[in-house]
């Protein structure tokens, strides 16, 4: 739910929230039903990883369910459910351990490095093309990509951020995405 609730849908999950506060369980599973997919951004957007994201949305309602009587103002229960999601998201992000297939020494005694040097300088000579050629983009193209590409921002983030419809987002997406290419084989050209 976004945070133009109508008053109708306030009073409505203000009351469920005080009947989900009095051991009300059909109450709480009808927030859980209205706020499943905001907690469930909120996670994934954190996490990144689908699965994890649904696991750690269950993990948010439980926690909510059982400090449901540590909220005061039942009005204040959007705000109060993102921030535990958010809370318990950056918490295992942070604490996930790393994933390994097996043992770090096995796994260094049959893996051959495929870098060369020559890898690392074409990749460097390529980095520098391509921010010679986003210097070389307009303003509005330059920060569509970096808003998308860089800082991650959701399509909807972006129409906020830029104050267009998202099928304007995507347009200016596709035109930078082009004009990059361009000044890319131009350059490439001229390096040839």
Known sequence: ????????????????????????????????????????????????????????????????????????????????????????????????????ATEPEALASVCVENETPLHAILEVERRDNLAVGISRLGAMDRDTLQAFYVDGQSLREMSDEFEAPIGTIKRRLHVARKRLAKEMEELEAVAV
């Open 1 to 100: 739910m976004n945070g133009n609730l109508q008053n109708d849908d306030r009073d409505r999950i203000v009351q469920l929230v005080i009947e989900a506060q009095t051991g009300d369980r059909d109450a709480f599973g009808q927030l859980v039903e209205i706020f499943q997919p905001v907690v469930f951004a909120i996670a994934l957007k954190r996490l990144r990883h689908y699965w994890e994201a649904q696991e750690l949305s269950q993990d948010v309602f439980i926690q909510a369910m059982q400090k449901m009587d540590q909220l005061r103002e039942p009005a204040a229960f959007p705000g109060w459910l993102r921030s535990i999601a958010a809370r318990m998201a950056i918490n295992r992000a942070v604490r996930r351990p790393n994933d390994y």
